[in-house]
């Protein structure tokens, strides 16, 4: 059985569904329930269908039910249900996926423990079980390498498994789920990985109540757990964008949620952060083909300049920094891509996903549960470092040191204690000093970012907690039995709960302005359009959307918006990019009536001047292009590509000795292939075939101009050439003499 075949099947019955096809999707759901083992699933989707006929009899017939839109809402509702659970059946019996495997592995652990956790929605039976292990467990205050403590991550694991499996949620789930808050024999870190089980069961299958427990725990105190749950919460409800008008109670719960002072902020922080997740190849990328190779090479220079090997020196606290800009001097580049990366990284870009990309495949990450741990310094990962003889002496700084380092996140901290020691002793012991140096001033920065900004650990928590998140999609071996959220647009901004909730202009506004500094040119311009409909009258939202446009090659668009633009504030910059957008439809009459506005407004701005004069060129207008070409030349002496158009204008007026004067200007500084097929023309206009000839075999010598293009220069510069004098016979007859000679010399 094809499984990306169910996959897909599941995913068009659940867009008919929300289209209101339901026979179309009754049609796939009959295909699919050939696969499934659970004969009762066929029996409610008999009972769907009839359901469903009735409704259709009922409305043909002209028979009045109050009740049949709630009857119709609950049967889409229904229908969803039965698809998910289908899919669920099929995966589990046909997948072989980690994922089945684990939940067969805890029902065999429940039925030999004689009893089962959660048995069904209504089983209450799972809070005394728990009571029971809880108080025999007696979990708080043991210590890492005890029995207990181990019995303890063993429960753990057991009710993150619980979590995550289970398909839909019931009394008994909100039972365990208050019990583990309120019980205080539960860590910190053990409820936020609670939360990311909770996220994964809801991404795995839909269920309201799953939504329901995320945005209770959005309020929750416990360190992390806040800040997963709104992230979980928002992938939720944007990975199921098209199912909320199918249950108004969970749009009525999030607003709700957004009355209160902080969620619509926390939401903002979330998108923002989701959307730079969109860099993070990129970034990798550069890192990995740009960046990288040259500190490699640059490595020499930096060791010397820096003195590394006595950089700790006699007294490593009292050191001051380096002189980057003196370090990177001659490289001013790297200095400049260095300075970026590390802005990209204070704003929460991932800028370490290819650092650490290959530091995955330790046992610890076989464990899917451990992907969502996050870092702190008594885990038991960190416990087995104690016995390394230089580094457990002072695993517990560079542990609290990694703790507390905002711009890693969970998953690369554990892969860097972990690789730690594989380390030869030197690396161990340099690391050390390192951290040592970094825990002060981490201490620093975290109370100094807490005074300026009350959401500063907040927003770290979220923005580590998406890289996690991006790492399991992308890294973990289990990342083929989950949709990858991070391959899609991620334009959380256009879903129906965000506009809800944070769709006011200002929102808009700011989160556009981001997409645009980003170069997001699509997003941003959805976020324009939107604020045009509300916003008439601010120059600046119609010139970003033009701008928009136009990166996105639609030109037309471009130029409407850039024109409603300069009616209500001419700028300079706003008629040069309509001039420049008709210029590339080829209305370059329209163009350069708007470089000339552009040019009444700024009439000493050199690129202004250049286009206007390019645009009398596209015109045939060569004598007042040459009077604008003339000022660049007057104004940039040193500009040699001035030179190539005034030649050609010359030529175009029948100014041959000019013309002869500025291409002899140019060979000064390197002829292009086109230079010198100009030069032929200008040599065949002289009455010089043989001149021609050989400039026109120049040109093709030189490799760089086919000679298919060469023929199409030639016949497009036809008409001009015979309209001043050479003849039509004569033309074609040095055009093959060049191509013959060309083949000859071969």
Request: net charge negative.
């Amino acid at each position: 059985m094809n499984i990306n075949t169910v996959i897909l099947q599941h995913k068009r019955v659940c867009n008919f569904v929300v289209r209101r096809k339901v026979k179309q999707s009754f049609d796939i759901m009959a295909d699919m329930l050939d696969s499934v083992s659970v004969g009762g699933l066929r029996d409610e989707f008999h009972k769907l269908q009839s359901t469903y006929m009735n409704i259709l009899t009922y409305t043909v017939e002209g028979i009045s039910d109050p009740e049949r839109h709630k009857v119709y809402l609950k049967l889409m509702r229904d229908i969803l249900r039965l698809n998910d659970r289908i899919k669920q059946d099929i995966l589990a019996h046909h997948s072989a996926w980690y994922t089945y495997s684990v939940r067969d592995r805890e029902q065999r652990e429940e039925r030999l423990r004689g009893g089962n956790i959660i048995e069904s929605v209504d089983n209450l039976v799972f809070k005394s079980r728990l009571d029971e292990i809880l108080s025999s467990a007696e979990i708080i205050n043991t210590t890492p390498e005890s029995d207990r403590a181990r019995e303890t991550e063993h429960l753990s694991g057991i009710i993150f498994n619980h979590l995550w499996l289970a398909d839909f949620y019931g009394e008994a789930e909100e039972s365990l789920m208050n019990m583990l808050a309120t019980s205080g024999k539960f860590e910190w870190h053990e409820m936020a990985s609670y939360v990311s089980a909770v996220t994964l069961s809801s991404l795995r299958i839909w269920d309201p109540a799953k939504l329901q427990m995320l945005g209770r725990l959005t309020n929750d105190k416990t360190p992390h757990v806040a800040e997963r749950a709104i992230t979980g919460l928002i992938f939720s409800l944007y990975y199921y964008s098209n199912r909320l008008s199918l249950y108004p109670e969970v749009m009525e719960s999030i607003m709700e949620l957004a009355a209160g002072s902080k969620f619509r902020e926390r939401s903002r922080m979330v998108v923002l952060q989701a959307v730079r997740s969109r860099d993070t190849e990129k970034l990798s990328k550069r890192m990995n083909e740009e960046i990288l190779p040259k500190v490699v090479k640059l490595r020499p220079r930096i060791e010397e300049k820096l003195d590394l090997d006595m950089i700790l020196g006699e007294n490593p606290g009292e050191g001051q920094n380096p002189d980057w800009s003196d370090m990177f001097s001659g490289s001013e580049e790297m200095f400049k891509t260095m300075e970026e990366l590390s802005n990209l990284q204070m704003e929460g870009s991932d800028v370490y996903m290819s650092a650490f990309s290959g530091l995955k495949k330790f046992d610890f990450f076989r464990e899917l549960r451990n992907w969502f741990i996050p870092f702190y310094p008594d885990h038991i990962a960190v416990d087995d470092i104690f016995r390394d003889e230089i580094l457990g002496p002072a695993i517990n700084e560079l542990a609290e040191a990694l703790y507390k380092t905002p711009f890693i996140c969970n998953s690369d901290k554990f892969s860097l204690i972990l690789n730690m020691k594989h380390l030869p002793a030197e690396q161990k012991s340099m690391m050390l000093k390192v951290f040592r140096m970094e825990l002060e001033g981490l201490e620093q920065m975290k109370y100094d970012g807490e005074l300026t900004d009350p959401e500063a650990q907040f927003r770290t928590n979220v923005t580590q907690y998406i890289h996690d998140l991006y790492r399991f999609y992308k890294l973990s071996d289990f990342r083929n039995e989950f949709e990858d959220l991070f391959t899609s647009r991620l334009d959380i901004y256009n879903s129906l709960f965000y506009r809800e909730i944070c769709g006011s202009p200002e929102d808009d506004r700011s989160l556009a302005d981001y997409f645009f500094s980003k170069e997001y040119y699509s997003d941003a311009l959805s976020l324009y359009l939107t604020l045009i409909s509300t916003v008439s009258d601010d120059a600046e939202i119609y010139e970003k959307a033009g701008y928009c446009y136009q990166k996105e090659g639609e030109y037309e668009k471009a130029v409407e918006a850039y024109s409603k633009a300069a009616l209500i504030d001419p700028k300079s910059w706003t008629l040069r990019k309509t001039g420049y957008c008709l210029r590339r439809l080829g209305r370059s009459e329209e163009a350069l009536e708007a470089y000339l506005r552009a040019l009444k407004n700024d009439p000493d701005d050199q690129g202004t001047i250049l286009m206007t004069a390019h645009c009398y060129l596209d015109n045939d207008r060569y004598e007042e292009a040459l009077k604008h070409y003339f000022r660049i030349e007057y104004e940039s002496p040193g500009n040699v590509r001035v030179l190539r158009p005034i030649a050609w204008c010359y030529l175009m007026t029948g100014k041959y000795r000019e013309a002869a004067e500025y291409f002899g200007r140019l060979a000064a500084s390197g002829l292009t292939p086109y230079d010198l097929v100009n030069m032929g023309h200008l040599a065949l206009l002289q009455g010089s075939s043989q001149e021609a000839a050989a400039h026109y075999i120049s040109a093709l010598e030189k490799g760089q101009l086919s000679t298919e293009a060469f023929i199409n220069i030639v016949n497009d510069d036809t008409p001009m050439l015979t309209a001043a004098g050479v003849s039509a016979d004569d033309l074609p007859i040095v055009l093959d003499y060049v191509l013959m000679s060309l083949k000859k010399d071969q």
